[in-house]
């Protein structure tokens, strides 16, 4: 890693000894536990609570012994997120509270003696401190140079201090760093997007087209549930991977695709649909547009085509494509989520709502239902301040269709120019561990390096957190309110998390934070409620509820506005499109000079020696975030490396030995991996779980433990319709020196 | 290829990634156990057959040392307990499908007739020996008139701690290496040869050392004929048998098990004794150091090894 | 009444839930688990096929462990579970040694443990053992073979199934739906 102005400080170099906490409170193997559990039990007390592991948002119970620790987490069996039943992860949250490495008081950057480190403050100390020198470098560039990048809850409250304070540049790396062009290809086909929870009627349907997207793996908790209740029915599973996934394993067809070429594939299909008329004629007359320019498109695409790039059997196109026809509409091309992998990412996507629209399945049973939402209204404040710049500015004339704000948009117009005077001065990073989340490190340290203060809110010390001025530690989701959560689902629905119990160390909520910031900025007005208990209570009242219900019950449903799941026969619709049509072809994508069509084009291949880094995720744990979880790790310590057991032949590489990695410009991991040799890889390609080789040695159970492949994704395709980061057109090669792994042990 | 794993991380401690629960207290438990009870089978079996005169050493020396290898043994045993405060719960039930219940309930009779053996020969140590109460002198007159009955039960259930260090392993189905009924009786006949060897090792008398050469001479040729048949028997079983068998067939256990069990431990103290009973000058005590090497060994390697060999699903 | 466990593998995703879910409930230490997740590959690319099994004790009918154990601490209870005795048991590994499974582990406090089937702590209060009711595949199922409309009675019937290592004669009361 290059050194830049701003050092990378472990956190709590200090810290711990000035902050004399018990680090007692893991004490799993009490003594005898194992029985008094058992009636203990019976006296559990429990509180309601959303899970924050990962975005899926479950809503559960959290338990507490007689001694009041937080025993255990169940799901709520009135959640349409889990019916009841957490993934592994969410049952493991228990870990992120009892986690002895949390981040445990406020710390802020000092030098001493010449070295750049952390020193433990205050509250009072720390958001005097974030204050002050928020007014005074807002007086020099305005307030539009603080951005937010948040992933997870506080993001609402500090994007409202944010707004308050007058910035609207708010972003996420669920965005252009996952579902983002899905969500625009979406957008500009049906005119609506597919949310999260995706609004894919898995549980009824007859077949499940999966491109890439490896459920059972990627364990968010509805999807896998109603996969396998689709599974219990019979569905048809078609699996599009060059990687032999878990769903592959238990899919009827499995495609083992040449990485990168999947558009071929979708093209093929399309073809072949087509051609055969295995379409649903009277939903694509009276629904779609541009039906003959995508008809005389797809002409030359045939399975013979797609065979040459893909790899993929003609006859087995042909086959799979007839499979989709027959569970028309009942059948789902799944959209995927994490989707910015080549830079061709929404035109893909296009690919795969077209083949949705051609089957007819957006807005039918077993296809994609239509989501409602329960409305709440928002404790009123005066309006906000409208910002003299707008956070798209910062990419002026670029991912004209982002429907969200690019993260690596603002993240590069952080870094000075001399043509443009640069954006933004302050970041805040909440809940997102940039250094894992955002490819192309380089990049992302050169915009920290350019900041005149960055407020990272955490609560672990991840790496991002070793480059903040000011750390603050934030409970986890167990010790806090948050805001009220209102996903879209088939019934509208709302949940609350509440508190199990008071925060530990020296930590607090992100709302408190923000609204005793907000206040130290002035912003008074914006904060009227004197705490989020008040706020929330004054909301749940409007739809009816109270926070005294919402306490007893967890979630709470609500009718649907309309009986619109799904689309009655016959029914004349009117899509959020130019044309209020589903559109086969975008004029959306015309008019902003990109092909309305999608088109095929060749992704570079590994050069001699190399093969292509492909990544993705283990059920159980969530991106860099659980990986010092006590409870996870015990399940997964590290990433392993799969390696197809001709390339390990080549290689004389043997399960179990560890290895680094080089990419194609020569960047190697920090640490090492350890080799798997199995046959569920290709022989052009590695694969590894995301969220690994963590290099903050305050992460006592990951540090050292693996690759993080976001270091080794210095080459960005970036998607020039909505600004994705295309993260799969890495190569790796093997690096015999097992140094890392000695270090790490 | 076929890829079998565990992917949750189940790492169980003394369990994974291969069972290894059993250190050097069982092997060394058992070794002691086959040793005192050769010794002490012989012991009575000469007092049966009243040539304890003829077998002095056999009979009234070699005794002296069972208590002491008994109780070693008895505290390996405890050492290897996980929950050692229930200890006395071994002794609250009588299992008999549990070969660890007739263990500690053999040795709970073998070790005071141990003790009680050593109090009737102690003059031969102590000539001028004196129990300090005379409940004591009455109880020693006691055993003495019941000799012959006390040797019943000695020899049985000498015979029974022989056989039971075997079968201690060869109970558990669940090691395909253990699980052969020949390792009761092959222990049995180790813990003679040891027994033996300790005899010819002590013994002062050519006679009494000749006897017990030619005795071990027999059970070295009944252990030999044990070990081949038992890797026949695995070789022709399934193939987890298999698997265990060729641990030692060009597995990690192949040099130790062939080099030192069999060819020290039972092929050159065979050919020593046997030169020896045909009158050749060989200086004695090495076939019976290399037998009793030779024993230990082979337990420690039948433990490790035996929890190596699994079932593979 | 008998006891008995079916999982799925044509469902069960081996996301390990199971293994968690077991810890949080039972208190079994970190580091240690009760229950584990096997997966087989068999095949070469992309001629492949896979299956996955959550694994625990088998609860067998013929238990070596209880026939081992010196003390008694090893015993069977309600419905032909197999269960452990903390206070009985002195921690010899007999049965550690004697189960082909694998499925006992010495506890750090000493005695043995093993999966339980949640017996005292929630099956007889009327709920499902932890794993089971955790389970987001559903693919889990447990009840009383001896009732024939249990869930696993039925789904036993309805489907082919099999034991581990059978030949072991253990006659494990964990199937496994294939
Ligand atoms: N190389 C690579 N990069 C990727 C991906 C990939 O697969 N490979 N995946 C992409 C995708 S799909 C996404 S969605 C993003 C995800 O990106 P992120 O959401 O940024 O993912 P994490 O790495 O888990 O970082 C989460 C951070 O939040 C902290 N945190 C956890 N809980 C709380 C809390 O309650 N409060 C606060 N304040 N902080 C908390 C954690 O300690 C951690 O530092 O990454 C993207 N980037
Ligand atoms: N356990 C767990 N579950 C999660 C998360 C987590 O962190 N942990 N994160 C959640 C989030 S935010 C997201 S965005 C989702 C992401 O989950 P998904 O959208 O399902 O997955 P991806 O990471 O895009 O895809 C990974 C799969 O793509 C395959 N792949 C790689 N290259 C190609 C290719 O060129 N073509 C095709 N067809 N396949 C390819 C890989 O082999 C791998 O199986 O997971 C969600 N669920
Ligand atoms: S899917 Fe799992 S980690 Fe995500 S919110 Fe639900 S329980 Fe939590
Ligand atoms: S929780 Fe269910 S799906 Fe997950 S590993 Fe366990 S049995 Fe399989
Ligand atoms: S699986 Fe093992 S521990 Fe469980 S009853 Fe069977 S033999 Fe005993
Ligand atoms: S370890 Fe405990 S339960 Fe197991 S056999 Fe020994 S006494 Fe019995
Ligand atoms: S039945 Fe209970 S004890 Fe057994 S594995 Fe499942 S949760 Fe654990
Ligand atoms: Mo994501």
């Known amino acids: 890693m290059r050194t830049t102005r701003r050092q990378f400080i472990k956190v709590s170099a200090l810290g711990a000894g000035s902050l004399a906490v018990a680090a007692s409170t893991l004490k799993w193997s009490a003594a005898s536990s194992l029985f008094a559990g058992a009636d203990a039990s019976q006296a559990f007390t429990r509180s309601p609570t959303y899970c924050e592991v990962c975005f899926w948002q479950c809503a559960g119970w959290v338990y507490k012994d007689n001694d009041g620790r937080i025993q255990k987490i169940v799901g709520n069996d009135e959640d349409l997120h889990c019916n009841g039943r957490f993934c592994p992860r969410g049952t493991g949250g228990v870990g992120m509270y009892h986690d002895t490495d949390r981040l445990k008081t406020p710390l802020i950057r000092t030098v001493v003696d010449g070295e750049e480190t952390f020193r433990v403050a205050g509250w009072d100390e720390a958001l005097d401190y974030i204050a002050a020198r928020m007014k005074e470098i807002a007086s020099r ?55 999260s929870p995706e609004r894919t009627d898995i549980r009824d349907t007859k077949c499940l087209v999966l491109i890439g997207s490896h459920l059972g793996e990627n364990m968010h908790n509805g999807q896998v549930q109603e996969m396998s209740d689709a599974i219990d029915k019979g569905a048809t599973i078609i699996t599009v991977d060059p990687r032999f996934s878990t769903v592959a394993g238990k899919s009827k067809f499995w495609l083992p695709i040449k990485p990168s070429t999947d558009m071929a594939l979708l093209l093929a299909w399309i073809h072949v649909l087509i051609e055969n008329g295995w379409y649903d004629k009277e939903y694509v007359e009276r629904y779609t547009y541009g039906f003959e320019e995508l008809k005389a498109h797809v002409k030359p695409f045939t399975p013979e085509w797609a065979y040459g790039i893909t790899t993929i059997d003609p006859h087995v196109i042909r086959q799979t494509a007839k499979e989709m026809f027959n569970a028309s509409p009942a059948v789902i091309i799944h959209p995927g989520r994490h989707v910015t992998w080549y830079g061709d990412d929404t035109q893909r996507l296009r690919a795969v709502a077209i083949l949705n629209a051609l089957l007819g399945s957006w807005g039918r049973r077993g296809g994609f239902y239509n989501p409602e939402k329960a409305e709440v209204p928002e404790y009123p404040v005066p309006p906000f301040p409208q910002p003299k710049r707008m956070p798209t500015e910062a990419y002026e004339g670029k991912y004209t269709l982002a429907n969200e704000v690019v993260s690596n948009g603002l993240c590069e117009a952080t870094i000075p120019t001399t043509d443009k005077s640069c954006n933004f001065k302050i970041w805040f990073v909440n809940g997102t561990n940039l250094m894992a989340a955002l490819p192309d490190q380089e990049t992302t340290l050169k915009a920290i390096d350019a900041l005149e203060l960055m407020v990272v809110i955490d609560t672990m010390p991840t790496e991002i957190t070793g480059y903040a001025d000011v750390i603050l530690p934030e409970c986890t989701f167990l ?5 009220l959560r209102k996903s879209p689902h088939r019934e509208p629905n709302i949940a609350l998390r509440m508190p199990a119990t008071e925060p530990k160390y020296n930590s607090k909520p992100a709302d408190w934070m923000a609204r005793e910031l907000g206040i130290r900025l002035g912003l008074e007005a914006w904060f009227p409620w004197n705490n989020i208990e008040e706020m929330l209570d004054w909301q749940l009242k409007q739809i009816g509820s109270s926070l005294e219900e919402m306490k007893r019950i967890g979630v709470k449903k609500f009718p649907r506005t309309a009986d619109d799941l799904y689309f009655a026969p016959g029914e004349d619709i009117s899509f959020n499109t130019n044309t209020g049509k589903i559109e086969l072809y975008s004029t959306d994508m015309e008019n902003e000079g990109f092909n309305p069509l999608p088109v095929y084009t060749p992704h570079e291949e590994p050069p001699e020696g190399f093969y292509r880094l492909i990544y993705g995720r283990a059920p159980m744990h969530t991106f860099s975030r659980t990986a010092n979880n006590p409870n996870l790790t015990d399940l997964m310590d590290e990433n392993t490396l799969w390696v197809n057991p001709k390339v390990a032949k080549m290689w004389g590489l043997k399960s179990g030995q560890y290895v680094k990695l080089s990419n194609q410009d020569n960047k190697v991991s920090t640490f090492s991996i350890r080799v798997r040799v199995t046959e569920r890889i290709r022989w052009d390609s590695v694969y590894m779980v995301h969220g690994f080789g963590h290099n903050n040695t305050k992460l006592s159970r990951a540090h050292g433990r693996g690759v ?10 970036i998607d020039p319709v909505m600004g994705g980061t295309g993260m799969r057109g890495n190569f790796v090669t093997f690096v015999f020196d097992t140094d890392g792994k000695e270090a790490a042990v | 290829m076929r890829e079998e794993l565990i992917v949750s991380g189940r790492m169980n401690h003394l369990v994974d990634p291969n069972l290894h629960i059993w250190h050097w207290h069982i092997p060394l438990y058992l070794f002691l156990g086959g040793l005192a009870a050769g010794i002490l089978f012989f012991a009575s079996l000469y007092t049966i057959l009243g040539k304890e005169n003829e077998y002095r050493t056999a009979v009234k020396i070699a005794p002296f040392i069972t208590p002491f290898i008994l109780i070693i043994g008895l505290i390996a045993l405890f050492l290897d307990l996980n929950h050692k405060l229930y200890f006395w719960r071994l002794y609250t039930t009588i299992r008999l499908e549990s070969p660890m219940s007739w263990g500690a309930w053999t040795l709970m009779v073998v070790t005071p007739i141990s003790f009680i053996w050593c109090a009737l020969n102690i003059r031969e140590l102590f000539p001028r020996w004196k129990w300090p109460h005379s409940l004591l002198d009455t109880a020693e007159a006691f055993f003495r008139k019941n000799i012959r009955t006390l040797s019943w039960i000695l020899l049985i259930f000498s015979l029974i701690l022989g056989v039971y260090t075997g079968i201690l392993f060869s109970a558990f189905n669940a090691r395909p290496l253990w699980n052969t009924s020949i390792l009761g009786p092959l222990f049995l006949a180790s813990g003679l040869s040891t027994g033996a060897a300790v005899i010819i090792f002590m013994s002062k008398s050519h006679r009494e050392r000749m006897v017990f050469a030619r005795i071990d001479l027999m059970l070295i040729g009944i252990e030999i004929f044990l070990i081949v048949h038992m890797f026949m028997g695995f070789l022709a079983s ?61 337990r420690f390697i039948i433990a490790y090894a035996g929890q190596e060999s699994r079932w593979l699903y | 009444m008998r006891y008995a466990m079916a999982v799925d593998t044509k469902k069960c995703v081996g996301c390990s839930d199971c293994v968690v879910a077991c810890q949080t409930e039972n208190n079994v230490p970190i580091g240690y688990c009760r229950d584990w997740i096997v997966e087989v590959t068999d095949g070469t690319y992309p001629q492949l096929e896979l299956e996955i099994r959550s694994e625990r004790c088998n609860h067998c009918d013929n238990s070596p462990c209880v026939r081992c154990c010196p003390t008694g601490a090893s015993h069977y209870s309600k419905g032909g579970t197999v269960l452990v005795t903390p206070d009985e048991c002195i921690g010899c590994g007999a049965c550690i040694a004697s189960c082909p499974y694998d499925a006992r582990f010495p506890h750090p406090d000493g005695h043995v443990d093993k999966c339980t089937f949640c017996l005292h702590n929630r099956v007889e209060k009327g709920l499902k053992p932890a794993c089971v009711s955790v389970c987001p595949t559903k693919c889990m199922y447990f009840g009383d073979l001896d009732d024939p409309n249990s869930e696993v009675s039925v789904v036993l019937k309805k489907r082919k199934w099999k034991t581990l290592i059978p030949e072991a004669g253990t006659r494990p009361q964990h199937y496994f739906l294939i």
Not at chain 1, 154 to 178: V, Y
Not at chain 1, 479 to 483: A, C, W
Not at chain 2, 260 to 265: E, I, S, Y
Request: one cysteine or more; charged letters at 15%.
């Open chain 1, 141 to 195: 560039y305005g307030p539009e140079c603080v951005a937010l990048f948040t992933h997870g809850s506080g993001g609402a409250h500090f994007g409202h201090m944010l707004k308050a304070f007058g910035s609207q540049s708010i972003t996420a790396p669920s965005f252009a760093q996952c579902r983002g062009p899905r969500e625009v290809a979406f957008l500009t086909t049906f005119g609506d997007i597919v949310y």
């Open chain 1, 708 to 717: 993080n492949d976001t270091e080794l994704i210095t080459r960005v395709k």
């Open chain 2, 238 to 298: 399934t193939q987890v048998h298999i698997d265990a068998a060729s641990l030692f067939l060009g597995g990690p256990y192949t040099t130790p098990f062939w080099l030192f069990v069999v060819t020290l431990g039972l092929v050159i103290p065979a050919v020593l004794e046997f030169l020896e009973l045909r009158g050749f000058r060989v200086p004695h005590l090495i076939a019976p150091t290399l037998v009793i090497i030779g024993g230990f060994i082979f």
């Open chain 1, 479 to 483: 010790e806090r309110y948050d805001m």
